[in-house]
């Protein structure tokens, strides 16, 4: 099992050194210096993490939701290993990413500590623990790097020049593309905390469209009669995650076959709708509802609507992030396999 993640890894790695940009920042003449003044140096969380192989708490870490654009270096030697650009949120409460920045910078080692076999995860010069990779990440490598805070130093990407690190800014230079969906599938509160984890996604606010009253409100829109549906409305990077591939979420996150309904959420303001801004996200939803309904992974048919966006009413406040606020609270929204 582990051979074969190893030489998955290896195999995964070998494009990456393209995609990367910077990948030729190695450190060859590098030397570590001695344990005593690394315990000077570092705090005691960072020499137990890097020089004893230690793990730090799960969310309760400096990296774990931390969103900035730039890349992180080993703590130890500055040597570059990850970029913001390749961080998602796994869910496990620390830093994970799908790939390094440079690959040259990382070497792995058989881990079989914890009455398991796992997959440990070193920097190459300074060799610090920085954590395991595992082969349970999101797509294009299907790899998570879950990394510890402590073995990591964050660059912001506006600090790379004068850090020393100018060869990878261009990376951070230009701003991706914009792109906006408004997608409905029963309480927005659920929804909303999926999407906003998603790659690529800058922003989420929840709120009310599809429907024929001016300044929609939650208490008019659950009283019913507005023709509203509670919805999200999404900005996000097409060049990091596509219009078609949102859709594939947003028909993993909800059951598209209950008509006016999610849960035990009952009305038409909980109904399944895509609500379209161009031709091609029309012809994108059509394609990918078509190709939902005959997956057969539901018994019945996709019910879900596909129609032109009109008015947006951001609803109030006390609805947006709201399970980030009330972790715990009402929703009837996972990822489906």
Not at 159 to 187: M, N, P, Q, R, S
């Given at each position: 099992m582990m051979k074969n993640l190893t030489l998955a890894v290896t195999m995964m790695m070998a494009p990456m050194t393209h995609a990367a940009p910077g990948a030729r920042k190695e450190m060859p003449d590098y030397k570590k210096p001695p344990l005593e003044e690394l315990k000077k140096r570092l705090t005691p969380l960072q020499f137990e993490v890097t020089q004893k192989e230690g793990t730090e708490r799960p969310f309760d870490n400096v990296y774990w939701d931390d969103h900035r654009q730039g890349i992180y270096v080993d703590v130890v030697s500055g040597e570059p290993l990850f970029s913001s650009a390749d961080k998602f949120d796994s869910g496990t409460g620390w830093p994970s990413f799908t790939r390094p920045l440079v690959p040259a910078n990382l070497t792995e080692r058989v881990d079989k500590g914890f009455f398991t076999t796992r997959t440990e995860v070193r920097s190459k010069h300074a060799d610090s623990h920085l954590g395991h990779v595992f082969p349970d990440g999101p797509k294009p490598t299907g790899l998570r790097y879950c990394m510890n805070s402590a073995a990591l130093r964050f660059i912001a990407a506006e600090?790379?020049?004068?850090?020393?690190?100018?060869?990878?800014?261009?990376?951070?230079?230009?701003?991706?593309?914009?792109?906006?969906?408004?997608?409905?599938?029963?309480?927005f509160w659920g929804m909303e905390d999926i999407i906003r984890k998603l790659p690529g996604v800058s922003a989420v606010d929840v709120g009310y469209t599809g429907g024929k009253v001016d300044n929609a409100t939650y208490d008019k829109v659950k009283a019913g009669g507005t023709g509203h549906a509670e919805a999200v409305r999404v900005e996000f990077d097409p060049g990091r995650m596509s219009y078609e591939q949102l859709l594939g979420y947003f028909f993993r996150m909800h059951d598209p076959t209950t008509l006016n309904r999610q849960g035990n959420d009952i009305g038409d303001s909980y109904r399944s709708a895509i609500f379209y801004a161009s031709d091609a996200q029309r012809a994108t939803a059509e394609k990918v509802k078509a190709a939902v309904d005959a997956s057969g992974k539901w018994k019945n048919p996709v019910v879900t609507q596909i129609v032109p966006l009109k008015k947006w009413w951001k609803a109030e406040e006390y609805h947006q992030d709201y399970l980030e606020k009330n972790p715990g609270g009402y929703t009837c929204h996972w990822l489906r396999d």
């Open positions: 600090d790379l020049e004068k850090e020393g690190y100018g060869e990878f800014k261009a990376a951070f230079k230009v701003e991706g593309k914009k792109e906006t969906a408004v997608l409905a599938g029963g309480c």
